[in-house]
C-alpha cells in the first residue's frame, strides 16, 4: 500500500524528538499528516517546550489522558484514540518508542485494520520486569511496518518469527532531530545558568521505577551522586515522578548536586554535549551520548541499547549505586569511552523512513491468507 493519511502519534517525552523528524519529511513529500498528542505527559516542561524546540506545530488532536495506573492510562488511550481514527480514518498509524502511549494506539490501529508503523522497533532488554519492554515486543507484533534503529534490533524481529518483509533497517530518527539542533543548542551555553564551565561537570537523570520507586535505592542512589560531585559538580534535572519520591521520602540534596526542573529538548542537548560525563538510567540518553561521543554511565541492570555499548560510549554500570563515583573517577582519568557513531544514525534516518512510506510496502492485510 501506498498511505495517503497518516496520523503520527506522541504522548510521553521521547517521542516527541522522534517523531518531528519524521512528520515534517511527511509533510514535505506532500502527505496528509495528522499530529495525534495523547497527553500522557502534560507538564509544560515534560511536553509543550518541546514542540516549540522542535519546530513542530500545535497538534492537530490532544486527548488528554494524564496520569494513572498503566491500566487506566492505557485504557484512556485506547478509547480515545479509536475515536480519532474512526473520525479520520488513517490509512497509515505510525507509533514510536516503548511507553504507554505507543503500545495503546498500536492496538487500536491494527483492530480497526489501519496499517501500523512502528519507529525504533525491534529493541529488546529481555528484562520482563519493564513495562516498556512488554511495550515494545506487543507493539512490534502488532505492527506491519518495523522500522529498526540498528542492525541488533532486526535480528531480534527475525528470532521472534517476524516475517522479513515487515522489517526496515532506517537507522536512529532520534539522532536526525540531534543532528539538526546540536549547534544551536550548543551556542545557547546553557551550563553558564548553572554556574559552570564547560566540560567541567557531570549531568545526572533518573526516573526509572526500578530506581526511584525504592526509597532505599533512591536514597543511596542520590548519596552517589554526593560523592561523585567531590570530584566534580552535578546536576540533575529531576523528572517529575523522581521529585515526587525525593518529596516521599524526605531526602535531601547533598552537597555539590544541583537539583533542577526537567529542561527543555535545546537546554539538555547543550548541557549534555558539553558534559564531562552523564549518568543515566534513560534510554534515550544512551543513544544521544553515543551520537556526541561523550562517556556515558547507564545504571540499569540491562540495556536493550547494545551498539551505544559495543560502538559507542555506554558502558552498562549495574543498580549498584556505590559504583558510579569509581566508575566517574576512572572517565575523568582519561579512561573513558568514545566510541563511534552507528551504522545508519547520520540525521538521515525520517527521509529513510518518508521513502519507505511514500514506495509502499505490504500490509499485514494484504499478506493474510484470504
Ligand atoms: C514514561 C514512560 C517511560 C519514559 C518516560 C520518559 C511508560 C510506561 N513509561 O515514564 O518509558 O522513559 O515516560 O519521561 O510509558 N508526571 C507529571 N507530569 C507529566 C507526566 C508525568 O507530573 O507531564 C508524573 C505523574 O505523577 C505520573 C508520573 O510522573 O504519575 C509518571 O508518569 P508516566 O507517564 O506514568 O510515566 P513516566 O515515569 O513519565
Redo the contacts with the bound molecule.
Keep these: 500500500m501506498i498511505p495517503q493519511r497518516v496520523s503520527c502519534v506522541v504522548?510521553?517525552?521521547?517521542n516527541f524528538m522522534k517523531v518531528a523528524p519524521v512528520y515534517l519529511a511527511l509533510r514535505s513529500r506532500g502527505l496528509q499528516v495528522r499530529l495525534v498528542h495523547t497527553g500522557?505527559?502534560?507538564?509544560a516542561k515534560?511536553?509543550a517546550v518541546f514542540f516549540d524546540d522542535l519546530g513542530m506545530p500545535r497538534p492537530d488532536a490532544f486527548l488528554g489522558v494524564g496520569?494513572?495506573s498503566?491500566a487506566e492510562?492505557t485504557a484512556k488511550i485506547m478509547t480515545l484514540f479509536e475515536q480519532d481514527c474512526t473520525n479520520w480514518r488513517p490509512e497509515l498509524t505510525l507509533v514510536a518508542?516503548?511507553?504507554?502511549?505507543?503500545i495503546a494506539c498500536a492496538l487500536v490501529a491494527s483492530k480497526l485494520a489501519i496499517a501500523v508503523g512502528h519507529i525504533e522497533a525491534g529493541l529488546r532488554s529481555r528484562d520482563w520486569g519493564m513495562?516498556?519492554e512488554i511495550?515494545r515486543v506487543l507493539t512490534d507484533h502488532a505492527s506491519d511496518l518495523l522500522l529498526t534503529p540498528s542492525p541488533d534490533a532486526d535480528a531480534n524481529l527475525l528470532a521472534e518469527g517476524i516475517e522479513p518483509w515487515r522489517i526496515r533497517f532506517v537507522g536512529n530518527c532520534m539522532i536526525d532531530s540531534l543532528r539538526a539542533h546540536q549547534a544551536r543548542a550548543v551556542a545557547l551555553e546553557p551550563w553558564r545558568a548553572f554556574g559552570l564551565e564547560a566540560q567541567g561537570y557531570v549531568v545526572a537523570t533518573l526516573?526509572?521505577?526500578s530506581n526511584v520507586d525504592d526509597p532505599r535505592q533512591l536514597a543511596q542512589l542520590m548519596a552517589a551522586l554526593g560523592e561523585v560531585a567531590k570530584q566534580l559538580p552535578v546536576v540533575f534535572p529531576v523528572?517529575?515522578?523522581t521529585a515526587?519520591r525525593l518529596l516521599d521520602a524526605h531526602i535531601t540534596t547533598p552537597v555539590g548536586v544541583q537539583v533542577v526542573e526537567p529542561l527543555g529538548y535545546l537546554q539538555f542537548l547543550g548541557l549534555m554535549a558539553k558534559a564531562a560525563v552523564v549518568a543515566t538510567d534513560?534510554?534515550?540518553i544512551q543513544e544521544e551520548t553515543t551520537a556526541l561521543g561523550v562517556p556515558c554511565l547507564t545504571l540499569r541492570a540491562t540495556t536493550e541499547r547494545p551498539v551505544t555499548i559495543t560502538e559507542g560510549s555506554n558502558i552498562l554500570l549495574g543498580v549498584n549505586p556505590e559504583l558510579l563515583a569509581p566508575a566517574v573517577a576512572t572517565v575523568l582519568a582519561g579512561s573513558g569511552k568514545v566510541g563511534r557513531v552507528p551504522q545508519l544514525w547520520d540525521g538521515a534516518a525520517a527521509q529513510r523512513i518518508a521513502d519507505t512510506i511514500t514506495q509502499g510496502f505490504s500490509t499485514l492485510l494484504e499478506r493474510a491468507p484470504k
Design positions: 504522548g510521553a517525552r521521547p500522557q505527559h502534560y507538564d515534560m511536553s496520569s494513572g498503566h492510562q518508542g516503548d511507553v504507554n502511549s505507543t513495562p516498556e511495550n526516573h526509572r521505577p523528572h517529575p515522578r515526587a534513560s534510554g534515550g
